[in-house]
């Protein structure tokens, strides 16, 4: 891969991480909806008293070494990339859920179906993006 192709892969990968992170924040956030694997991330959270990033960080982490597994460990560079990854969209899920949407105040039916439907956007459309980098295999 010549350098002007990789860096235009990791500028995509990083506004995937930071958008897919809002979109899973936003939805968390708006309280009408949220996906069952982050339903399942945020009552895991609650369960063990965690962040509910870094409940996504340890869940990716099972998937990848499942993956590794299963792969037989043939794609070092690819689990590099997939262990930032699952690494960086905890961080930042728990960046915007944490230190920006928990100090917002939201109080109608009519936001919260927006931000429901703007997370639903930025969670499919930059999951696929970062797919489409051929780094990950697996959305978080």
């Known amino acids: 891969m010549n350098l002007k192709k990789f860096l235009c892969n990791l500028a995509l990968s ?19 909806g ?25 869940l990716n982490l099972l998937f990848l070494f499942l993956y590794i597994v299963l792969t037989k460990g043939k794609f070092i560079v690819k689990y590099v990339f997939q262990l930032i990854a699952v690494s960086s969209i905890g961080i930042v899920i728990n960046f915007f859920t944490y230190n920006i949407f928990d100090k917002m105040e939201v109080g109608n039916y009519f936001y919260f179906s927006n931000v429901s439907g ?16 051929g780094h990950n295999e697996f959305s978080s």
């Open 118 to 133: 703007v997370r639903s956007i930025y969670r499919g459309d930059f999951s696929g993006i970062y797919i489409g980098t």
């Open 14 to 32: 990083l506004m995937a991480f930071i958008l897919t992170g809002l979109g899973t924040s936003m939805s968390i956030e708006g309280a009408i």
């Open 34 to 58: 949220i996906s069952s694997f982050n339903a399942l991330n945020y009552s895991l959270s609650n369960l063990f008293q965690m962040k509910i990033g870094t409940m996504t960080i340890i």
